[in-house]
């Protein structure tokens, strides 16, 4: 059974830093666009960072280009997303999700995310001091 667990989530204070993981079983991330979606409380959920790791391929979104990274553990089913200069406006459960037939922006700008294949259970993050 195709599947991806998050862990890292946490409370962080603005201005720090938090990476979280993403472990895809079953399926191989070569095969697989994979990305980092975020619902904050009341509002939809949003792609963040996405990646096609077979075509080099990554998208950000705009509100977080600069401070964070997505990438993945060579040779590993493993994909991460590095969050720096962390804001009270990054707050929101973070999910991971995986979709064998997009590229990594469509993914992130996918209009129906349960349209996706993959989804993992989320894992919150707060920004707050």
């Known amino acids: 059974q195709v599947r991806v667990v998050e862990s890292g989530g946490g409370l962080v204070q603005p201005g720090g830093a938090l990476t979280l993981s993403c472990a895809a079983s079953?399926?191989?991330?070569?095969?697989?666009?994979i990305g980092w979606f975020r619902q904050a409380p009341g509002k939809e959920r949003v792609g963040v960072s996405c990646?096609?790791?077979?075509?080099?391929?990554?998208y950000y979104r705009e509100s977080v280009k600069g401070r964070f990274i997505i990438f993945r553990d060579d040779g590993k089913n493993i994909v991460y997303l590095q969050m720096n200069n962390l804001k009270p406006e990054d707050t929101g459960v973070y999910y991971c999700?995986?979709?064998?037939?997009?590229?990594?922006?469509?993914?992130?700008?996918?209009?129906?995310?349960?349209?996706?294949?993959?989804w993992g259970q989320g894992a919150l993050v707060t920004v707050s001091s």
């Open positions: 990646m096609r790791t077979s075509h080099g391929t990554t």
């Open positions: 999700a995986a979709d064998p037939w997009l590229w990594a922006d469509k993914l992130c700008q996918v209009k129906d995310y349960r349209s996706l294949e993959v």
């Open positions: 079953a399926f191989n991330l070569d095969d697989y666009a």
